[in-house]
């Protein structure tokens, strides 16, 4: 056998253990059993579909500009016209005792005490009219917590709710609270829903699904499963369309956001938002994809306000930023964010790195682009490593991921925003309470590591990560001598997780031990001294339980 052959040998033999489970190229699913789980976003068939992308057993064509519909194998069509499945449980509980801490769970928001959501329900097909139906519902404790003290929290003015985010009342507003009431939160939705035409390569629809945009893991910057899915209208490539340039796969999305039940204004919180997402196979480089992304939001009176904003995402927004900091009157009007991005995916190497970088606002003009070409930036940066390590298949995979959407130094000559906030969207880029971009919120930065075995019946791994959690607010807020924001808002946690594959589903458990370090920025003394200082350690119990994949 020739050398390079050799070498490529325990890669192919491991990758015909991992088929692309999720592939939207896959054949149409059989029904006679009539249940047809679908691909819900961040379960651990998804996982195992990019760990697969990884070792050259799965296609990347169409994966970062993904929803669960769009990742789901189709049912397979009828001689008598209508073809039917029901949709297995998707099941996620979430267990945290001391402070909230919720990445990435959708319509569940993860309380202090035990959270936890499900999704099920049927599908259908009729010629080419496919319809999702597949509701979410969720239930949080919500037990209570001590807020911030009031000597680090800016007094929160009236009609706004005791549990605002007490930093982010005046410019760079958002809706995004500490704590979501007093009492249990329980939410039922139409969770990962769709009803969509596919025509040729093209599909069109209504949806309430999340969408995932961009090559992240962790965090996504424009659009991720961090909040509650929205209402929307869209079009999007059913495959990836070949080109002079190469493949191209694109989604339009039109939807209105609705804020929380504790941002009291004048108006409901309604707000349009219209966004566009393209990818790129270039012909020459197929291991390569790269894209662009832009949301544009505006507040709107009623939902049917939102057709209105129906090209929004191809129109100027101005510089709501360059508004001065001073001068808390912004008249209301639209923003926006964009990004672009790229994934190298090498199978022969069983590597993947990638990158996004963002913008919160325009450049003024190239000349702006290229004199301060890091104003209002975000980015995020990662790599994926997998290698055979038995000859039964088991892999060894390593992850790394950073991501920053804190202000850039420009801050310190010019007028800037804070991520996900608006000066003149006050409730900022969010959905019931609850940021749809990075996970991490806005102002923020992280870092995570991982590493894992990985077999057909299951996995084992550790991992590691810190965030700091909205810096932006930190340089913002004024402080008082002796007291104020002298301290950075620092988690740092770890912790072992794990899943076990049977034909009845996959079920996965992980345990994560953190430290919050100057919760909230309280530290009361000297800004030298630690002495008087809130630090608060928290423990996450995490238990999924997803539905075998047919």
């Known amino acids: 056998m020739p050398t390079k052959l050799k070498l490529l040998a ?15 190229q896959s054949p149409a699913v059989e029904t006679r059993a009539r249940v047809a789980p679908i691909a819900v976003l961040g379960s651990d068939a998804e996982d195992r579909d990019r760990l697969a992308q990884l070792i050259g057993r799965s296609s990347t064509a169409g994966y970062l500009l993904r929803s669960s519909s769009s990742r789901t194998e189709l049912l397979a069509p009828s001689p008598a016209g209508l073809s039917w499945a029901l949709v297995p449980p998707e099941l996620l509980v979430v267990h945290n005792s001391a402070l909230p801490f919720s990445l990435n769970d959708g319509t569940l928001w993860a309380g202090r005490g035990t959270s936890g959501s499900v999704t099920a329900g049927a599908r259908a097909r009729v010629g080419n009219v496919h319809i999702v139906l597949a509701p979410t519902v969720a239930y949080s404790e919500n037990a209570d917590f001590p ?9 929160v003015p009236p009609p706004r709710s005791p549990y605002f985010y007490p930093w982010r009342v005046h ?9 979501f009431g ?61 080109t002079p340039l190469g493949a191209v796969s694109a989604r339009y999305l039109l939807g209105t956001l609705t804020q929380s039940d504790y941002f009291a204004t004048t108006t409901d919180g309604r707000r349009s938002l219209s966004a566009l997402g393209i990818t790129l196979e270039p012909r020459p480089f197929p291991e390569l994809t790269v894209g662009f992304t832009r949301a544009v939001f505006a507040p709107v009176e009623n939902a049917g306000e939102t057709v209105q904003h129906l090209f929004d995402v191809f129109s100027s927004t101005g510089r709501p930023n360059a508004y001065p900091t001073e001068d808390f009157r912004q008249p209301p009007g639209r923003d926006q964010l964009l990004s672009l991005f790229a994934r190298l995916v090498l199978p022969a190497a069983g590597f993947e790195s990638y990158v996004e970088w963002a913008r919160a606002e325009m450049p003024a003009s190239v ?64 959905q019931r309470g609850q940021v749809i971009g990075a996970a991490i919120g806005p102002g923020s930065s992280s870092q995570w590591l991982a590493a894992d075995l990985v077999h057909e019946r299951g996995s084992l791994g550790t991992f590691a990560g810190r965030i700091r959690w ?81």
Not at 10 to 22: F, V
Request: proline letters at 8%; charged letters at 15%; one cysteine or more.
């Open 147 to 155: 807020l911030p003290d009031p000597r680090v929290a800016p007094p």
């Open 470 to 550: 909205d810096d932006d607010s930190y340089y913002e807020i004024p402080r008082p001598q002796g007291n104020g924001l002298c301290k950075h808002d620092v988690t740092l946690y770890a912790g072992v997780r794990g899943t076990w594959r049977s034909r009845l589903g996959t079920a996965g458990a992980t345990m994560a031990w953190g430290n919050r370090i100057y919760t909230f920025y309280q530290n009361f003394g000297p800004c030298f001294d630690n002495a008087d200082h809130v630090d608060t350690r928290n423990a996450t119990l995490t238990f999924t339980l997803s539905p075998a994949p047919r």
């Open 171 to 179: 410019r760079n507003s958002i809706d995004l609270p500490l704590r």
């Open 367 to 430: 000349r702006d682009l290229l004199v301060a070409p890091n104003h209002t930036q975000g980015y995020t940066l990662g790599l994926q490593y997998a290698r055979p390590v038995s000859r039964a298949g088991t892999l060894v995979r390593a992850q790394a991921e950073m991501t920053a959407v804190n202000q850039s130094t420009t801050y310190r000559v010019r007028p800037t925003g804070s991520f996900y906030t608006s000066r003149a969207v006050i409730q900022g880029y969010t």
């Open 10 to 24: 325990p890669l192919a033999a491991a990758a015909s253990n991992y088929a692309g489970d999720l592939s939207a």
């Open 182 to 242: 007093p009492d249990p939160v329980r939410t039922v939705d139409f969770g990962q829903s769709a009803l969509y035409v596919r025509h040729a390569s093209l599909e069109a629809g209504l949806a309430t699904e999340n969408d995932w945009w961009g090559p992240g893991v962790r965090n996504a910057i424009v659009m991720s499963n961090h909040a509650p899915g929205f209402g929307h209208a869209f079009v999007r490539t059913a495959r990836p369309v070949s």
